[in-house]
């Protein structure tokens, strides 16, 4: 995914240069300058960039300084306190050496009053934390109304995400998503356990189960009736797997289980305690897992999924003489090796017989299936997608 540039330097379109340069007009010196004054070129030392680890906002020059004053001060909460800090330091020391140390301030405080003002006229969709508190007002936190933002939203979620009930977190991590999306926002190592969180995903009614009942034995001694309560949903998902199909009743179940875990404070026993969070087993298969599996297997129909890489091993010969010239061809490379593509896209069309074949050639290989749609009946989603990805699992 892009991102929106940092710095006048990663802007090449100047189209981000010209959004912020018209809410906050330029002074002279910096509108009159060249292009060499206001941008770094390439031999520039790594020491006259205020950000130097990545070479982001050049001071090389009073006009450069000025413009990255005004791109860090919209930029701001890309970064962590600690190195955003180093950078204003530095963007600080080179103005006060140019002597538009007073401008800067200046321009600083401009950015915020407008971010402040413009946080107010916002909706509630903007921000991933919204809630009324006791004495009746509402707080927001973490607006989204850019990549830059989102970005510290979806960091800030995974490292405070446990500090909200799971209904609460779940909300706030499908805003996050859907923001990213809307801004094309770099969130790649957050997007797994935003997903899961969101409850963009499945798993086996056996799986679910097994959780439960984990956590009755864990909470016994500290609550029996709690526990008590734990088994007997456990049975209901177990013997009653349809029963969790619709995405809603998943997500009660993880709601409950979260509370459950609250409430006995086995929640103090994630992450190094090695329980997981009800999301990471309730929603462990996501689309992402899913569409990876539509990706890498293919099913017959005689009901088997096999695996394209294992497929790709047999030897062309012998898929001669068990499936005919026929299909031979049609599914190897000039006659040389199988091509996978060509696999993906035939071996789903053999009628039954056929597709019975390939199952005894795969066995004569010692080639086994990684998963059985006959599986399917026990898995708590609906979509068939992710009932065979849970089930090569």
Known sequence: MTQLPLDQNQDVTQQETHRLTTLFPCPDFVKNATHERTHATDNLPRHVYADQVNKLYPCHTAPATWLSALFFADKRANFKPKQAAEISERIHSSAKYFGILGLVTELEEKVAAAATDDLNTRGDEDFAIVWVGENGVKERHWPLRNATEVKFAAEHFSKYRDE?????????????????????????????????????????????????????????????????????????????????????????????????????????????????????????????????????????????????????????????????????????????????????????????????????????????AVAQTKQADSLLPLEKLFELAQAAS
């Open 164 to 368: 909200f009930v799971f209904e609460d977190r779940r909300k706030i991590a499908e805003k996050i998503l859907e923001k990213s999306a809307a801004y094309a926002a770099d969130i790649n190592e957050h997007v797994h356990t935003l997903s899961l969180t969101a409850g963009a995903g499945a798993c086996a009614a056996s799986v679910a189960g097994a959780m439960l009942r984990d956590r009755a034995v864990l909470a016994a001694r500290l609550d029996s009736a709690a526990a008590g309560e734990m088994r007997k949903l456990a049975e209901i998902v177990e013997s009653n797997p349809e029963k969790a199909r619709e995405h809603d009743t998943r997500i009660k179940i993880a709601a409950a289980v979260d509370a459950f875990d609250r409430t006995t404070r086995l929640n103090k026993l994630y992450d190094a305690g090695g329980l997981p969070r009800p999301e990471e087993v309730l929603f462990a298969v996501t689309e992402k897992a899913a569409r990876d599996f539509l990706t890498n297997n293919v099913e017959t129909t005689t009901g088997n999924v096999y695996a394209l890489e294992d497929l790709e091993k047999l030897a062309v010969d012998q898929v001669r003489e068990w499936l005919g010239d026929d299909f031979a061809d049609a599914v190897t490379a000039g006659g040389v090796y199988l091509d996978r593509d060509k696999l993906a896209a035939i071996v789903p069309t053999l009628d039954r017989g056929m597709a019975a074949m390939l199952d005894r050639l795969m066995q004569e290989n010692k080639i086994a």
